[in-house]
């Protein structure tokens, strides 16, 4: 999964690469032709001499954007917020946020203009209190928080063993292992706090099984989340990775001169500590194990770790500041995800029962799934893209337009431009989707009568160069723990009936426990 800010930086001193838009000189159309942008808007046909600007672009002043993200309490809920905006606007406005104008987009035609215009190396928000901890503490940027030529260099290394569907599928049995383990851990929940049926909070215990998924994965090591009782540095862990994801949508309000008077700063500091600190150990740990392996003359195995410790390629500090980043990409992408996922079937019987044909048919009796299993599951898919649909993790993406000024609809932007794009707007958009708000993953099958919707309209993992580097173990992820608690168990609401919506905390997540039955399948 692929991160960035959720709400822009309020001040000019949190991106120190973005300026102010600066002011155009006028000819006779209200706008300087610029160099790299065509005669013709690709939109309307007509010179870009007919383009509006920057300045005619409806939306917020500062005053008012405060009002809606404070005083009406949309901070928690910045994803509703981009309907209403949208609503009130139309699908491109702007919003003031301290000395930044930033610009929302929120149809699939013009988010595709935006990307389409990236530059060589796609750069999102600078996310300065991200790079702040790593120039305090000499730490390495890892490919969320780094860009230019760098990032592209980083991308290059981690990408192979990360994007490539064979490489990817050496992960399954890595996998599959933490999968037996939570469907244990299910069952002791049920019987030991549930009376024999309920799993209270499905989410909490889901976060913990993609923290040991991944961990396995990129650590090559077993971290004992699903245990009953979790080891204390795990535990660490585990709350270190939420709590920064909580102070990261805080402090991205304050210019980076405040932070260190700031008691969240400290907070937030400790957390990367306490990340980097097990992070270093575990890659260590790993060193040392194939220095042994050599100087006994053994052959050197192992997968991702091994992998990068191997190829000579990165440091073992670059490698810490990497592997602390993909970590922190993975946990909430599959645990939110199969939480929704998790909810939605169990709101649905009918189509979990299709799902549980399917899988049976490909998957009978205790066989553990491969990856090539997955390809002959078009509905496992279904319910997986139309639950990110639903309930896109990132809710909301950002672009700098350094190299060049933009044509998108009918306006032309300046360089340095900061878009926000608003894919959870999007993806509810009725002009897209028949009933956005409703759980249907047949129209993902291309089923006669299902409206074809824009490529653009969905895009969870991100597009491009800056696709989300961890989407392939993520899905696998998601693919093996749905199938094998679909065969499992029949998956009932909370009796209660309890129903439960989204909040925004940087990420989207369930805002309240997700309680369900669990009833064991005959």
């Not at 990129?218 to 795990?234: Q, S």
């Not at 990165?314 to 992408?333: K, N, Q, R, W």
């Not at 749905?482 to 168990?489: H, M, S, Y």
Request: charged share 20%.
């Amino acid at each position: 999964m692929s991160l960035q800010l959720c709400l822009p930086p309020t001040w000019k001193r949190l991106l120190p690469g973005i300026r102010m838009l600066p002011p155009l000189s006028r000819c006779k159309s209200g706008v300087r032709p610029a160099a790299g942008v065509a005669a013709l808007n690709p939109q309307t046909g007509r010179p870009t001499a007919d383009l509006k600007t920057i300045r005619d672009l409806p939306g917020l002043g500062l005053f008012s954007n405060f009002c809606w993200y404070f005083m009406k309490g949309y901070n928690w809920k910045t994803h509703e917020l981009q309907i209403l905006q949208k609503k009130m606007f139309g699908p491109i406005w702007k919003a003031k946020f301290g000395p930044l104008t930033v610009i929302n987009v929120a149809s699939a035609d013009l988010i595709e203009q935006v990307l389409r215009q990236e530059g060589k190396y796609p750069l999102r928000a600078y996310m300065p209190h991200w790079r702040a901890y790593r120039e305090l503490r000499g730490q390495a940027y890892g490919p969320l928080c780094e860009y230019g030529e760098n990032w592209k260099r980083l991308r290059t290394i981690l990408n192979p063993k990360m994007m490539k569907p064979k490489e990817v599928s050496s992960y399954s049995p890595a996998i599959n292992e933490v999968v037996t383990d939570f469907v244990k851990k299910i069952r002791w929940m049920r019987e030991n706090q549930g009376g024999g049926v309920m799993v209270n909070d499905v989410s909490s215990e889901l976060y913990k099984f993609a923290f040991e998924a991944i961990c396995n994965v990129l650590f090559e090591t077993r971290m004992g989340c699903l245990k009953n009782e979790i080891p204390e540095e795990t535990q660490k862990f585990i709350e270190a990775v939420f709590e920064m994801f909580r102070l990261s949508a805080i402090l991205s309000f304050f210019p980076t001169a405040v932070m260190p008077f700031l008691s969240q700063w400290k907070q937030f500091v400790a957390a990367w500590d306490s990340l980097f600190y097990i992070t270093e150990k575990l890659v260590n740990k790993k060193i040392r194990e194939i220095h042994e392996s050599i100087e006994k003359g053994c052959s050197v195995e192992g997968q991702y770790l091994t992998f990068l410790l191997t190829s000579t390629k990165m440091t073992p500090v670059d490698i810490y500041g990497s592997l602390c980043e993909l970590l922190l990409a993975a946990v909430d992408t599959t645990s939110n995800t199969t939480s929704w996922i998790l909810y939605n079937l169990a709101r649905e019987p009918s189509i979990q029962q299709d799902l549980y044909e399917e899988v049976t048919s490909v998957c009978p009796g205790d066989q553990i799934p491969g990856v090539e299993d997955f390809a002959s599951m078009p509905l496992l898919k279904a319910v997986v893209k139309e639950t990110l649909r639903m309930y896109p993790v990132v809710s909301s993406n950002a672009r700098v337009t350094e190299e060049k000024e933009v044509v998108v609809g009918e306006y032309i932007l300046p360089k340095n431009s900061l878009f926000h794009l608003c894919h959870y707007a999007v993806s509810q958009d009725d002009n897209e989707f028949t009933q956005p708000s409703s759980f249907k993953p047949h129209r993902w099958l291309r089923s006669e009568g299902e409206k074809q919707h824009h490529p653009f309209a969905s895009i969870p993992f991100g597009f491009g160069t800056r696709t989300c580097l961890g989407k392939r173990v993520a899905e696998l992820e998601m693919y093996s723990v749905t199938l094998q608690l679909i065969k499992l168990f029949e998956i009932r609401p909370d009796p209660s009936g309890n129903v439960v919506k989204p909040k925004t905390r940087t990420l989207l997540f369930p805002g309240s426990p997700i309680n369900l039955q669990f009833i064991d399948r005959k």
